[in-house]
T-cell receptor, first 115, second 111 residues
Framework: GAVVSQHPSWVICKSGTSVKIECRSLDFQATTMFWYRQFPKQSLMLMATSNEGSKATYEQGVEKDKFLINHASLTLSTLTVTSAHPEDSSFYIC???????????FGPGTRLLVL | RKEVEQDPGPFNVPEGATVAFNCTYSNSASQSFFWYRQDCRKEPKLLMSVYSSGNEDGRFTAQLNRASQYISLLIRDSKLSDSATYLCVVSGGTSYGKLTFGQGTILTVHP
């Protein structure tokens, strides 16, 4: 397996603020990182895929200007929820893989609550 | 139609019971298949990969039928610790290994 961390594990913020979530691959260099979102009682939905050093690829329906992804190094990717609103409240989970087609290892997730 | 469909359950079974979950997928180009387990308010964890020849890991047996686009998971001798949501996951022939998750099947094992 792999060790993946996310920070923060949970966050509560006011509507209109921006929230940054970090995903770190602690024991291998992750060429590819994925960001998922899971609403209550629903399945995980892929939001975007990021490859180190290049722009993220967003899934249909995910606003790239609202969910900013930066994958500046092989061990760190960040997701910034800009101008968060209550409907953005969700469980955000990252995953990492050595290469795009290989096994993904999930982080522990970040719970976001926007008031 | 959802790309990956599962019966959401919940399945409530006594300890020691055998329980089976089913899953269907719509993309015939899908190449890799998995069962993940997700505990309440936690991230999903890989339970096992699924192969056409079928595979077994202890009390867990997974089967894949490509012709019917159908995946199954059998749990024998259920334990209390098996209580979780079981996610059927499919990976298609994309260039970046996108995982598509089913809604999940809730299993509760009671004493």
């Amino acid at each position: 397996g792999a060790v993946v961390s996310q920070h923060p594990s949970w966050v509560i913020c006011k509507s209109g603020t921006s929230v940054k979530i970090e995903c770190r691959s602690l024991d291998f260099q992750a060429t590819t990182m994925f960001w998922y979102r899971q609403f209550p009682k629903q399945s995980l939905m892929l939001m975007a895929t990021s490859n180190e050093g290049s722009k993220a690829t967003y899934e249909q329906g995910v606003e790239k200007d609202k969910f900013l992804i930066n994958h500046a190094s092989l061990t760190l990717s960040t997701l910034t929820v800009t101008s968060a609103h209550p409907e953005d409240s969700s469980f955000y989970i990252c995953s990492v893989s050595r290469r795009s087609q290989e096994t993904q290892y999930f982080g522990p997730g970040t719970r976001l609550l926007v008031l | 139609r959802k790309e990956v469909e599962q019966d959401p359950g919940p399945f409530n079974v006594p300890e020691g019971a055998t329980v089976a979950f089913n899953c269907t997928y719509s993309n015939s180009a899908s190449q890799s298949f998995f069962w993940y387990r997700q505990d309440c308010r936690k991230e999903p964890k890989l339970l096992m990969s699924v192969y056409s020849s079928g595979n077994e890991d202890g009390r867990f047996t997974a089967q894949l039928n490509r012709a019917s686009q159908y995946i199954s998971l059998l749990i024998r001798d259920s334990k209390l610790s098996d209580s979780a949501t079981y996610l059927c996951v499919v990976s298609g022939g994309t260039s970046y290994g996108k995982l598509t998750f089913g809604q999940g099947t809730i299993l509760t094992v009671h004493p």
